[in-house]
């Protein structure tokens, strides 16, 4: 997955699971910022695996949680 498609697709899975989160990082105008650390997170997860694969947005779902319980 290219980095762009990286972040367009966590930027989605936040989106579509996390509205109220994405939401006030998009308020606060740190949507962009936060994106990032988490795309930072999900690196590994993400490296040369398929976007249709539901056990990678499984993945990203839970990594996007903890993040979000860490801030």
Known sequence: MTDSIAYD???????????RAYLRF???GILH????NILEL????????DEDDRFLKYEVIGTI?????EV
């Not at 697709?9 to 509205?19: A, I, P, S, T």
């Not at 949680?65 to 319980?69: E, G, H, K, N, R």
């Open 33 to 36: 910022y936060e994106l990032t």
């Open 26 to 28: 998009s308020n606060h």
């Open 42 to 49: 999900c690196a590994p997860l993400i490296q040369g695996l």
């Open 65 to 69: 949680a903890d993040y979000l319980q």
């Open 9 to 19: 697709y966590v930027k989605l899975v936040l989106e579509e699971e996390f509205l």
